[in-house]
């Protein structure tokens, strides 16, 4: 053991050495390619350098770059990175016990990446996901959206928008999940007036400050909770809201038009019955596949047929897994179902690729392959729609994340003793008390 | 003449519901799994009377002229459930409709699955949807000794008409789930076992007490004989086998207290759940029980951490007879469906027929029904699941149930 901490010397130098040098193109020949943006591909090429896509398409009408990584992938089929709309992967937390509307909370703050969810929802093919706070509020907190890269910290996931902050939503809901006791509602109208009265209060707050034209003597005293839903309003960020009832779902399309903001309605278990409103509201959905209807009176109606109606009707439908509700590792499932209750292939294939890309304003950069985007696609072993199907690889903007080959790897895959340990501390420069027992161990197996 | 009439329509009556319940059937498979043997292709199956005429390929089985055909392109038996709540654990998941856990006792055998059993639960009919005609349900995985077990048809009418077991086994529990019933009060009689150790301990003072039971039973001084007992009644059928526990223990070190039990008091025992069984697959396989093992997706955590989605697998790699279960879930899905689980148990280690077997002739033989269902063999019950394609695969529907003879379109799912 006593080789360990200069082994990982070695590491950090390699990785400091490595950080700026312009990386070798990478070449994935021979696979079918499902690039979502355009048909699928026989016999195809992507070609991928600095995290970025430089070239999609067949082989021989692509010109390869010199010196370039050439991975075979003859007979496996190659797909953009899943990207899930709505998971709890991470442990993650927002608002407390302490009232209804917490738009404060932020899941930045509390997120564990070193937990085995995460390692799972790569095993699963997922590159990039919105990590969401609960459903028990009202307005439980911000959401935020991350690329499953190899993180060290929470740093290491975070998505920059071109403003500098970090990409994410809020979370809402409504129905029973958030109605309690006081200083929670009782019911249904009581949740929609205090959401109401808040997102009045943004707009005066938005007001007080416009009013103020930077005069620091006028401007309102700063308020976290406010700030954020200011943001909604300004439509900086999109409201990820939860919803299963189709009444429940008539009143977010109605708090939405009041305020102006943008939303995406989240499960809709009973989505079926209001397709045409949803759809005349031009909001998008997130679709769960749940194994069977009810489980709470509000999912009595849950229906598979629903990302198919939904679909019919010109809604934007994609879906989610609500980690640990549904696993990460079987999100594919989730078209698969969707394809059974009448969905076409191509809706549900873009359901978890490119529609939750542009559920969560990311489309300019991930969701399909296709030159100048990022670098975010997984390795099958044959079909996309498959049971049979095993996710081989995961790529997160050039870096493998996932690979079945790899012990650990395929244990977080598969599940098993140790499965369900969070993700040991990588680079670290000396050799902690729980790595020796965990080593010990693993001889042990 | 009006004697006549009154006649001929009560004779109608009479025979009505048996005409509705058993249609004579003929069943086209381009590919047809009896299981009790190799797969037929452009296969026939006859259906008289509720039962199973013949079996053939379609050059060898003459379809008579007034016989219904449903044609299919995979037919299988009726899928069996080994292990589920269904029926007992409702769809609406309210106070109402939850009855497959009764906390007032962590040791109640007495509990009867018949006597709480809704035929009528809208997720009987969904299972049913999926080619599920068996099901082995009753009281959950909740405490140490929850209730029975009762094996059904889910024809969807009434308890006593669509039984099969009415007292199949009394479920027993080792591990986190059987302890401490969590909404016990504090000080009440359910704030044990909150042990493991405490739990093997009740638990053998009950086999104890029912050894003792049984003794003075047969003691020979009439007035000296104790009156009825109906738990231990139960226990007693536990004890010599006529209606086996049914262990549900995940933990390496529960499955091991499990097999140690069954040791001491000569118990034939079915393991349950075993999600470290790769841990202890040699001790398993010595004891000669079969396992029914966890849900392949079932949530991972708890007792249940290391869970594998190839436990399934290397159990029946190792020799060990093994079905699958749709278990017991407390919030969604409120049930899971056997048939996705064996789906995902196929393509991760078990391989098509052997996935199949343990949803079908497997898990009939595990519950002592394999001589009438289980298989599509001459004059066993005419149970069929058919399919448009791969059962398992995500993207195939089940096009019709059939349950003695009865025909469901439920789906198609």
Not at chain 2, 119 to 142: I, K, M, Y
Request: charged share 20%.
């Amino acid at each position: 053991m006593s080789y360990r901490p200069l082994f990982g010397m070695v590491l950090w130098l390699g990785l400091a050495l490595g950080l700026g040098a312009q990386e070798k193109p990478q070449v994935f020949t021979g696979a079918q390619i499902i690039p979502i943006a355009g048909e699928p591909i026989a016999h195809g090429v992507l070609v991928v350098q600095g995290g970025k896509i430089l070239a999609v398409g067949e082989v021989g009408q692509v010109t390869l770059p010199a010196g370039a990584e050439i991975h075979d992938v003859t007979g496996k089929v190659l797909m953009p990175g899943l990207i899930d709309s709505h998971s709890h992967v991470g442990s993650g937390s927002g608002g407390d016990g302490s009232g209804p509307i917490q738009p404060d909370a932020r899941v930045l703050d509390s997120l564990d990446v070193r937990d085995a969810s995460i390692q799972k929802a790569r095993a699963g093919g997922i590159t990039s996901v919105n990590v969401m706070p609960g459903s028990g509020h009202l307005i439980s907190g911000q959401t935020l959206y991350l690329k499953l890269r190899t993180a060290r910290t929470i740093d290491d996931l975070l998505i920059k928008l071109p403003d500098g902050t970090n990409a994410g939503g809020l979370k809402m809901a409504n129905g029973t999940n958030s109605i309690k006791t006081a200083p929670f509602p009782g019911t249904r109208a009581k949740s929609a007036a205090l959401v109401r009265e808040q997102y009045i209060k943004a707009q005066e707050y938005r007001d007080k400050i416009a009013r103020a034209k930077g005069d620091p003597d006028k401007l309102p005293p700063r308020d976290l909770g406010l700030e954020e839903l200011v943001e909604i309003l300004d439509g900086k960020r999109i409201v990820q809201n939860h919803t299963h009832r189709h009444d429940d779902i008539l009143t977010v399309l109605r708090l939405s038009k009041e305020f102006g903001f943008k939303v995406v309605l989240h499960h809709v278990s009973e989505g079926w019955k209001v397709a045409d409103e949803i759809a005349a509201a031009q909001v998008p959905c997130s679709v769960i596949m749940v194994d069977s209807p009810g489980g709470k009176l509000e999912t009595r109606d849950a229906d598979w047929r629903t990302p198919a109606i939904l679909e019919k009707a010109g809604v934007l439908v994609g879906f989610h897994t609500d980690d640990p509700i549904c696993d990460s590792r079987r999100f594919l499932r989730s078209a698969g179902l969707a394809v059974r209750a009448g969905m076409t292939r191509k809706g549900a294939l873009e359901g978890v690729t490119i529609a939750n890309a542009k559920i969560l304003g990311l489309d300019g950069r991930t969701g399909s392959l296709a030159a100048g985007k990022d670098a975010d696609f997984i390795v099958l072993s044959a079909d996309p729609l498959s049971v049979y199907t095993h996710v081989e690889q995961t790529w997160v903007e050039g870096q493998k994340v996932f690979d079945l080959t790899n012990p650990q790897d395929h244990l977080y895959a598969v599940g098993g003793v140790g499965a369900g340990d969070s993700r040991r501390a990588q680079l670290c420069c000396f050799t902690s008390a729980w790595d020796l027992i965990m080593s010990a161990n693993e001889g042990n197996q | 003449m009006k004697t006549f009439l009154r006649s001929l329509l009560l004779l109608c009556l009479a025979a009505a519901p048996l005409a509705l319940r058993a249609e004579n059937l003929a069943i086209t498979g381009d590919t047809i799994y009896p299981m009790s043997g190799p797969a037929l292709h452009h296969g026939v199956v006859l259906v008289r009377d509720g039962k199973i005429e013949a079996i053939g390929t379609a050059d060898t089985v003459k379809i008579p002229a007034d016989y219904r055909v449903l044609q299919a392109a995979v037919v299988t038996p009726g899928l069996i459930d080994a292990h589920a709540t269904v029926g007992l654990s409702g769809l609406l998941n309210q106070p109402q409709d939850q009855d497959m856990w009764e906390k007032s006792s962590p040791i109640q055998p007495e509990l009867r699955a018949i006597d709480a059993y809704n035929a009528r639960d809208p997720l009987v009919a969904w299972v049913r949807s999926f080619g599920v005609t068996t099901v082995n349900t009753g009281h959950a995985p909740t405490a140490l000794i929850s209730g029975q077990t009762m094996i059904v048809k889910t024809l969807g009418r009434e308890t006593d008409e669509d039984v099969v077991n009415p007292a199949a086994m009394t479920s027993v529990t080792l591990g986190a789930n059987g302890l401490n019933a969590p909404d016990g009060s504090p000080g009440s009689a359910s704030k044990s076992p909150g042990t493991r150790a405490k739990a093997v301990a009740l638990l053998r003072a009950e086999l104890i007490k029912a050894q003792e039971y049984a003794h003075k039973r047969e003691g020979k001084d009439e007035a000296k004989r104790p009156g009825r007992d109906l738990r231990l009644e139960t226990m007693l059928r536990g004890l010599d086998g006529t209606q086996p526990f049914l262990v549900t223990v995940n933990r390496q070190q529960d499955i091991v207290a499990a097999l140690r039990l069954a040791k001491e008091f000569k118990l034939k025992l079915i393991l349950d759940g075993c999600a470290d069984a790769p841990l202890v697959l040699n001790e398993i396989k010595a004891s000669g029980f079969p396992v029914v093992v966890h849900p392949t997706m079932q949530r991972s955590y708890q007792d249940m951490e290391n869970l594998s989605v190839e436990t399934a697998g290397k159990l029946h790699a190792a020799g060990i007879p093994i079905a699958l279960q749709s278990s017991y879930e407390s919030y969604v899905p409120k049930t899971r469906v056997v048939l996705l689980e064996a789906a995902v148990a196929a393509a991760n280690g078990l391989g098509f027929e052997p996935a199949l077997a343990s949803i079908t002739i497997d898990a009939a033989k595990l519950l002592g029904i394999a001589d009438h269902t289980g298989s599509l063999e001459k004059g066993k019950d005419a149970d069929l699941a058919l399919y448009d394609g791969d059962p398992f695969e995500y993207t195939s529907h089940c096009t019709g149930t059939i349950i003695n003879g009865q025909v469901f379109a439920d789906g198609p799912h």
